[in-house]
Nanobody
Framework: VQLQASGGGLVQSGGSLRLSCEAS????????VGWFRQAPGKEREGISC??????????YYADSVKGRFTISRDNAKNTAYLQMNSLRPEDTAEYYC???????????????????RGKGTQVTVSS
């Protein structure tokens, strides 16, 4: 399993970015996919999870991003996305994608079942 996160960059507060997570070696549709982030000096935070198509789970968002971020998956491209709108300086972090086969996302605890693979992509939001 290989995941390639990309799409990070420098953006002003209130701006938008779309992160991509391209998967290889797996059929991403049958995996749950999620996003984590970690800012310097802070603990890693699980922010969103999209269930596998083979599970009965749904979609989870942390309160810190709910209403601003949207997770999605393009099965044809074997790629997941995180659309980030209304960005704030506190969203500055390294962002990582993660997967789990046949997994369902229900709540914050669901994030613990995901496996981070590959390098992250840096998002910096200026005030």
């Amino acid at each position: 399993v290989q995941l390639q996160a990309s799409g990070g960059g420098l953006v002003q507060s209130g701006g938008s970015l779309r992160l991509s997570c391209e998967a290889s070696g797996i059929n991403l549709e049958t995996y749950a996919v999620g996003w984590f982030r970690q800012a310097p000096g802070k603990e890693r935070e699980g922010i969103s999870c999209l269930s596998s198509s083979t599970s009965d789970g749904g979609t989870y968002y942390a309160d810190s991003v709910k209403g601003r971020f949207t997770i999605s998956r393009d099965n044809a491209k074997n790629t997941a996305y995180l659309q980030m709108n209304s960005l704030r300086p506190e969203d500055t972090a390294e962002y990582y994608c993660a997967v789990a086969p046949g997994y369902g996302c229900y709540d914050a605890l669901s994030m613990y079942g995901l496996d981070i693979r590959g390098k992250g992509t840096q998002v910096t939001v200026s005030s």
